[in-house]
């Protein structure tokens, strides 16, 4: 089926004309009075008032479009009436709206046709894109996954959700590696120096801290990905007659259809982690990418003076940046500079300007390096000091043998006291608070809500104690 066998085939006329901005304005704006209307509808004459005072407000002279309903183009006009009957009407004509008869007790209304409302989703999506945080979902699998063994729909309520949430957060995450480049421009583009800078901050807010800080740490596919791989292995080992049973019932297809259904669906699933890693290296790439271009924009508007001499300079100055060996001087240029601007480096720089100088030669030799031996006591403290640091680095792997030591003879200790009888590993104890929420953790810790100082520091006392058994499993996660 074709898309204008759904629309109107001359649905795009109103966003393609002179009056197409206008268009697109009042489109929005009826769309947020009717998206939540039980029939996307509003009354007739609520939408003629909404639409003069869009264009009362404009109060720009605008002509009508031509139509090819037998319509001439208008002179223009200020009324907001006029425009606004003219307008609505195209509206109706195009396909966009559909008019809807009153009875004894209700006046006409304007409806949008439901087969528009996810372009008009879309066109608001464009304006104001949603912040997507990415909190949660790798978690939610795991749990999911974790429990597909107690589930009586492991199919339906299991790997059907998994595989919606893992294509969703790539999709998500595609989108914004793709943006990432268009957001750095537009901050930039036209802006002074000191707001490129001072703009950097809604990019931290609203791309890095909300869009991808909380899925660099906390939701990190690097926590769960194991986790998840070894739950899908079982799937496909232990649950997969379960699985296909009921992917036939979902699905409603022939039993022998139904596992190599369900195999491929698993490694779907296995793909989107793998895209998943691929995607979030690319991310990383493009960030790092277009933060060092829009400080390098900053930093030409910084050096050129907006003089045509000012930017002659800076772009000699890139050019000598850029050039390393003396046969760049003579290579063709194929930048967008050259398009518009003919340099000779050889009669900017000079014939011979990155030869390096030629030092005299001295008639005295060169005195032989004397290397002194070897303090043994001296190595053996910068060995130790390199061990220290190995053992007071606050990882998982040193944290976790901190509060196996520490609970190797007793069932709770607070952490007040494990700052006294270790006194050195301050820092490995407060990781303890660092990595409490960690799947591989072996102890638990709880909060008393008193503050104690030790050691100079002052830090909300805790508890540690062993982890808990899961009281599903019988076993320690």
Known sequence: MQLFELVSPRLFRPLAGPNRAFYAELLLLLWEECRHTADYSISRAEAVSRAEDYFAALAKPLALDADDAGDEAEQPTRDPHTLALGFLLRLRRTGWLEEQPGSYEEEPALAFVPEVAPLLEALEEILNPRVV???????????????????????????????????????????????????????????????????????????????????????????????????????????LPRLALDYARVERCAPGEAAPAVRALIQKLRDSLEEMSTLMRQIDQSHIRYRKRAVQRAQFLLLSDRSSQGSVTALLRRYAEEIKTPDQLFAPDDGPVAKHLHLYPAAVFGPKPLYPPAAPRSETPLAPVRQAGLDAEQLRKEQQLLLDYARMAVTEENVGLLAKQALAARSAVAASTLAEEYPRDFARIIGLHTYSQSPRRAYDITLTGNWVERGGFRFEEFILTPRREDADHGRTE
């Open 133 to 239: 945080t990415y909190t949660g979902k790798l978690y939610k699998a795991w749990q999911l996954l974790q429990n597909i063994g107690e589930e009586k729909s492991p199919y339906e309520n299991v790997l059907r959700e998994v595989a919606s949430d893992l294509e969703a957060l790539n999709k998500s995450l595609r989108a914004l590696n793709a943006s990432i480049g268009h957001y750095i421009d537009r901050l930039t583009r036209n802006r002074t120096p000191q707001e490129v800078l001072e703009l950097f901050d809604q990019y931290e807010e609203k791309v890095v801290a909300a869009a991808y800080h909380r899925f660099k740490t906390s939701d990190n596919l690097f926590n769960y990905r194991a986790y998840l791989e070894e739950e899908l292995d079982d799937c496909e080992a232990e649950h």
